[in-house]
């Protein structure tokens, strides 16, 4: 499985996430959103999205205007059955 991480913050990784994806022969990638010039990937070029957390409100799109284009994302992935907690609960 590819599983594909949105991280908001340097500091803020997968953590324990990342040895389970090892374990289990799963391959992760990434978009950094604290780097300039992050692309969003291309919906199917992997099986799961997780999103991390960050300080950014999801409200926040007039200081943060790459939330309007992540949550439009995620609605798609939600919707195709690419969230984090659909895979989690049937690995």
């Not at 324990?16 to 992760?28: D, K, N, P, V």
């Not at 799109?61 to 195709?80: H, N, S, T, V």
């Amino acid at each position: 499985m590819t599983i594909h991480c949105f991280q908001h913050v340097s500091f803020e990784t997968p953590g324990t996430i990342l040895e389970w994806a090892s374990a289990q022969g799963h391959t992760i990638r990434f978009t950094y959103f604290f780097e300039d010039g992050f692309r969003l990937p291309e919906p199917g070029s992997f099986d799961c999205l997780l999103v991390m957390g960050g300080y950014m409100n999801v409200d926040e799109e007039d200081r943060f205007p790459w939330l309007k284009q992540e949550k439009a994302f995620i609605g798609e992935c939600i919707r195709a059955g690419k969230c984090w907690a659909s895979a989690w609960a049937h690995s």
